[in-house]
């Protein structure tokens, strides 16, 4: 079922932190308790306690309500700062694996990318709300490894953007299936392997980047 197009809406009263954090957490606890096919913005707004009218003022349906509870979630997401590249990748991805672990985020990001695939407005969300905004990590990280010196400095930025979506989507990817879809668990050990094998990745682009300037210099 296709959600309702987002329109502009006329200013008004601001919107309430308040409300919006209760609203979102109404939404993630039904998500657990009802199911995503049984979720309704009616049932929300009773557990939120907030008027019905009140969701469809700041959400057109249920898939994007359902992607902004998700989405706030993952913005708990933090890169440790633990001293080398490989111990900071292994704390933010076991913190990731967590998160998908938790049951309102595995029924709600499996519900919004099976909805996505018909929804091409939905798939735009999904991107702005969770990968975009996630996309940070990658950036701090390789800012933090260039001043250690474990990852040379980009010479092109092209290439650097590239290399960060690029990041992002194994290892988003890895965790994303090895969680919801084989449903194995993202453990210490796995998290290791994952991360060498992510290193030795880095390692070569990074050789393959230098050898291109032929200097193995440039600005970030």
Sequence with gaps: ????????????????????????????????????????????ATRAGVAKTTLYRRWAGKNELVVDAVAELFDELELPDCG??????????????AILARPEAKSGLMAVVAESTR??????RIRASIVDRQKRLVLEGRRRAQRRGELPPAS?????????????????????????????????????????????????????????????????
């Design 84 to 97: 080398t590249l490989a111990a900071d990748i292994e704390g933010v991805v076991l913190q990731f694996a």
């Design 156 to 220: 092109d930025p092209r290439e650097a953007a590239r290399t960060v979506d690029l990041i992002f989507d194994v290892v988003a990817g890895a965790v994303v299936h090895r969680t919801l879809v084989s449903a194995e668990p993202a453990d210490e050990e796995w998290v290791r392997g994952f991360t060498r094998v992510l290193l030795l990745g880095l390692s070569g682009a990074g050789a393959e980047g230098t050898a291109g300037t032929g200097t193995g210099t440039g600005t970030d």
């Design 1 to 44: 079922m296709q959600s309702r197009t987002s329109v502009p809406r006329a200013a008004g009263r601001p919107r309430s932190p308040t409300a919006d954090t209760a609203i979102l957490a109404a939404t993630r606890a039904a998500l657990v308790e009802l199911g995503w096919s049984k979720l309704t913005l009616g049932d929300v």
């Design 119 to 124: 929804d091409d407005a939905l798939r735009e």
